[in-house]
């Protein structure tokens, strides 16, 4: 739904003495309103019991009071044009009202309401109404839909107060109607008093009050401040200038002594500034921009309660109050111009559209460098941070340094704020780094399951770091067991994805019986290894067990060890072997992490 700026036709001076209140307690003398409002400081009480003890009316029910009004004012009003038709009853946050809409020409046929809202006011709400709240509040619920009138409809509407002292309220028409028929969407004939209806205004406005009169002879003029009416001296014409809010008396004299006598009250409410605004960044990533962070800065040492400030796309829509946007607005790409509206809740025709300021969507910096970092070594130092500076940026570490990157040599966490600043508007960023000791790794120990074809192998490496392992040219992998392993040389690497360093070693994959029994049975008669012929020139060495040489093999022929030393029969006992082969690297190297013991048994 579109949403039409309000055209102030009543408004309630709100905290002028009760004197001055202009009040009807019962229906049928309901005050007739259509461009201002009746000057209203408080209810108190009611008159005749309009609903004759019914227990409900709508939304209204039975109050302490006995009846269904309780503190009540009412007015009524005819609609001169067809279109879209609301109102806002104003009031102070902390009290609350209620309302009752009746559409009918005849008190003692009321019926049921046609709009009726008797929600407590716990959300502390200024206003409760038919339409939508002036504030852009979409959740208040003390509204009702819109009407939508004809000509000629006759609308009595009830307000009602629970408290013996409350401080009053404003009604302001709203809606389409005033759009499209802003002189006549109400219909004034039926008011008929001389000086008309109250008359809302502006300070340093002027009310020029009109009391011309066929054939009159002498026009007298007072005016009441709250002390009683009092002559003022000199004005004798037809028509009386004012700038002071008071109630105004004439008194019109004519040849026959059928005088008239008739009263007017006039309020003149303060005329708002609109402060200085600075311009405001819309950082990257946020949907929406909360228009509601400028509002004191345009208030300024104005009191916010007695003030609506609202803000527009087009400086035309801030001068005729429509098309507020929303206080959640949702940015726009670039930079825009917003114009702000400081508007009198008393009186929202006195209003200042002066200011306006820059709304630019700003980019906000954006921290893509990794949030963890590793210290390889002890007393080592890690660089964390941005490698990229960026015009305009600024760099902030919670630890003091200014610089886009640090180098640390403490684990820890590690804050960065960036912050993008443009023309005077900043948008910043802030990321993590967390810190640890990450040692290098090692390989304490390779465990291979062998005698067969194809062998399972297992590394084992401190357990320090979340590895990776490799074998040979295959892809790292997390865990740390290869199956389907040849007998051979093979590299094995262990990483460190952290970045603090890879360790690399050759293994030597191969097979040997546990034990061998030498005793001519034709089983088990001769000791060798299985699957040196995958090696280069390998050698085997058989010691006992204080370490002398008992054989020394060259290559990979021969059917292997017979359990003899210069021809004797060695007893039966433990024994330990040495392999060695050219390596990789041309070198002759002992195999590592073969397991070097078996038995002999006899």
């Not at 629970?162 to 309220?169: C, D, L, Q, R």
Request: some cysteine; proline content about 5%.
């Amino acid at each position: 739904m579109n949403r039409f700026g309000i055209l102030t036709i009543l408004l309630i001076f709100l905290g002028m003495q009760a004197g001055l209140t202009q009040v009807s307690l019962d229906c049928g003398n309901a005050i007739p309103i259509c461009n201002n409002t009746p000057v209203n400081g408080g209810t108190n009480g009611f008159g005749i019991d309009d609903f004759n003890g019914d227990g409900a009316s709508g939304c209204l029910e039975r109050t302490t009071s006995g009846a269904i009004e309780s503190n009540a004012a009412w007015y009524r009003f005819r609609t001169g044009a067809s279109g879209q038709l609301g109102f806002n009853i104003g009031f102070d946050a902390s009290e609350d009202w209620d309302f009752a809409l009746y559409r009918v020409d005849d008190c003692n046929a009321l019926g049921n309401p046609i709009r009726c809202n008797f929600f407590d006011n716990t959300d502390n709400n200024s206003f409760v109404g038919v339409g939508e709240d002036p504030t852009g509040d979409v959740g208040n619920f003390q509204y009702e839909d819109w009407l939508q009138v004809t000509p000629g409809e006759d609308y009595y509407l009830l307000i009602n107060n629970f408290s013996n002292t409350n401080s009053g309220f404003s009604i302001q028409f709203s809606g389409q109607i005033f759009v499209t028929n802003p002189y006549d969407a109400l219909d004034c004939s039926i008011i008929s008093e001389l000086l008309g209806p109250p008359v809302a205004a502006c300070e340093g406005e002027t009310v020029t009050l009109d009391a011309t009169t066929m054939g009159a002879t002498v026009y007298n003029w007072y005016i009441d401040t709250g002390a009683g009416f009092q002559p003022i001296v000199g004005q004798n014409n037809a028509t009386l200038v004012v700038t002071t809010t008071a109630s105004y008396r004439v008194q019109v004299i004519t040849p026959s002594n059928n005088n008239i006598v008739s009263e007017v009250q006039v309020a003149f409410s303060p005329v708002p500034i609109a402060n200085p605004i600075s311009d405001a960044a819309s950082c990257s990533g946020l949907s929406t921009f909360d228009l509601s962070q400028k509002d004191a800065e345009v208030l300024g040492a104005q009191d916010p309660n007695s003030y609506v400030v609202s803000y527009y796309a087009d400086l035309g829509d801030a001068n005729n109050a429509t098309n507020a946007l929303p206080k959640q607005y949702i940015t726009q790409a670039g930079a825009q111009t917003i114009y702000v509206r400081v508007s009198s809740i008393n009186n929202p025709n006195c209003f200042d559209v002066s200011e306006q300021f820059q709304l630019v969507n700003l980019e906000s910096p954006i921290l893509d460098f990794p949030s963890e970092a590793y210290l390889c070594a002890e007393n080592g130092s890690v660089t964390i941070g941005l490698d990229l500076l960026q015009p305009n940026y600024s760099y902030a570490w919670d630890s003091g340094e200014t610089t886009a990157e640090i180098t640390v040599s403490q684990p820890g966490a590690y804050t960065l704020t960036v912050t993008n600043t443009q023309g005077g508007l900043s948008c910043d960023a802030n990321r993590t780094v967390t810190v640890t000791n990450s040692n290098p790794p090692q390989i304490m120990d390779v465990l291979i399951e062998d005698l067969q074809k194809n062998n399972t192998v297992t590394v084992v490496a401190n357990a320090e770091g979340p590895w990776e392992y490799q074998l040979d040219d295959r892809p790292f992998q997390t865990g740390n067991v290869f199956a389907n392993v040849t007998p051979g040389t093979h590299s094995i690497t262990v990483n460190d994805p952290n970045g603090c360093g890879s360790v690399t070693e050759e293994i030597v994959v191969v097979g040997f019986p546990k034990y061998f029994t030498p005793n001519a049975d034709g089983m088990n008669d001769h000791w060798g290894i299985s699957g040196i012929e995958n090696l280069e020139d390998p050698e085997i060495y058989i010691f006992d067990r204080y370490g002398k040489l008992l054989n020394h093999t060259i290559g990979s022929n021969g059917p292997g060890w017979d359990g003899t030393f210069n021809g004797k029969r060695l007893p039966a006992a433990d024994y330990w072997f040495k392999l060695t082969y050219i390596d990789s690297d041309g070198q002759r190297s002992t195999a590592k992490y073969v397991n070097n013991h078996f038995s002999l048994k006899r």
